[in-house]
């Protein structure tokens, strides 16, 4: 079982960077795919952007060119630098894993507010 505890979440005005943080509980975080996905206020839950074990890496189009999704496989950490943060970036984000060769994730963490305004 894998814990992950978000951080680095606020508030930011439009523009701003905000760099969040993911730790995984788990010594064998490294074959784990992670994600960030986030819920907008009364929206459903999108992803974000992914990263294998491989730091192969995919953003929503939305995000692409401002967000960028890094892992540290000794540190069991995962990264979401957001730049040129806008208002509708405003969401819970989570960062999530799942074993890769599956599709699932099936882990999550609680979550880290940013709010844009």
């Known amino acids: 079982h894998v814990q992950l505890v978000e951080s680095g979440g606020g508030s930011v005005q439009a523009g701003g960077s905000l760099r969040l943080a993911c730790v995984a509980s788990?010594?064998?975080?490294?074959?784990?795919?992670m994600g960030w996905f986030r819920q907008p206020p009364g929206k459903e839950r999108e992803a974000v952007a992914s990263?294998?074990?491989?730091?192969?890496?995919t953003y929503a189009d939305s995000v692409n060119g401002r967000f960028t999704i890094s892992r540290d496989n000794v540190e069991n950490t995962l990264s979401l630098q957001m730049n040129g943060l806008k208002p509708e970036d405003t969401a819970l984000y989570l960062c999530?894993?799942?074993?890769?060769?599956?599709?699932?994730?099936?882990?999550w963490g609680q979550g880290t507010q940013v709010t844009v305004s």
């Open positions: 788990d010594n064998t975080y490294s074959p784990y795919c």
């Open positions: 999530a894993a799942r074993l890769c060769g599956f599709p699932e994730y099936v882990y």
């Open positions: 990263i294998d074990r491989f730091a192969a890496t």
